[in-house]
């Protein structure tokens, strides 16, 4: 069981160009949850999405970012024209169920840096 | 609607006690708790859903408050391995949420 894929592990992007996440969740879990860590700070909610549906995005700002969990392949988390702020570790969980009756399964995260 | 834990850090010698605080303003529905080592992935360590309910295994143990509103992890006799930082995440009934809201974790070093 090969857990939760997240690559890459470190990204490096220049001001305004754009940034492609890749998450492959656990092997019969369809709910994925993406989240943000800045240095010394908690987990930041995002997105919420099972195979081809966004459940909650409440978390994720407006313009330039976009998630999608196609019906194959990994769910991908998109930045468009990155901005020094953007730099932070994304973290991507996967669960069986919806909702928060079981615990979640987290990748090792891809740090990005934008120069 | 972030839960408040407390303390924010803890440094504890090998075989001592600490007790992890994680708050809300209003009732849960559930409260995760996680662990985080620098630079890896937080790691689930068990989940509460019931109002007095207590769970644990080997010497890390949480309870989960009648009102569900304040939860406690236990960690007792600490190992080098428990430093990390660790992290409450909750989220609330009605409607339901359907995700985890995490607190601003705890950081515990453990020296030998």
């Known amino acids: 069981n090969a857990g939760v894929m997240q690559n890459p592990r470190h990204l490096v992007r220049r001001r305004g160009q754009e940034a492609r996440l890749r998450c492959s969740p656990m092997k019969g879990h369809s709910h994925v949850y993406w989240y943000r860590q800045l240095p010394e700070e908690g987990l930041k909610f995002m997105v919420y999405?099972?195979?081809?549906?966004?459940?909650?995005e409440s978390g994720m700002p407006k313009e330039r970012f976009s998630a999608e969990f196609p019906k194959e392949g990994p769910s991908i988390l998109r930045i468009q024209q990155v901005v020094r702020g953007d730099s932070a570790a994304y973290f991507c969980?996967?669960?069986?169920?919806?909702?928060?009756?079981?615990?979640?399964?987290f990748g090792s995260g891809t740090r990005l840096t934008v120069v | 609607q972030q839960p408040v834990q407390s303390p924010q850090a803890v440094i504890l010698r090998e075989g001592e006690d600490a007790v992890i605080n994680c708050s809300s303003s209003k009732a849960l529905y559930s409260v995760h708790w996680y662990r985080q080592k620098h630079g890896e992935a937080p790691v689930f360590l068990m989940i509460l859903l019931k109002g007095g309910e207590q769970k644990g295994h080997d010497k890390i143990s949480a309870s989960f408050n009648e009102k569900k509103q304040q939860s406690s992890l236990y960690l007792t006799a600490s190992q080098l391995s428990y430093s990390g930082t660790y992290f409450c995440g909750t989220d609330f009934p009605q409607g339901g949420s359907e995700k985890l809201v995490f607190g601003k974790g705890m950081k515990l070093t453990v020296n030998p």
């Open positions: 999405l099972q195979k081809e549906n966004i459940i909650d």
């Open positions: 969980a996967s669960s069986l169920t919806g909702g928060t009756m079981t615990g979640y399964t």
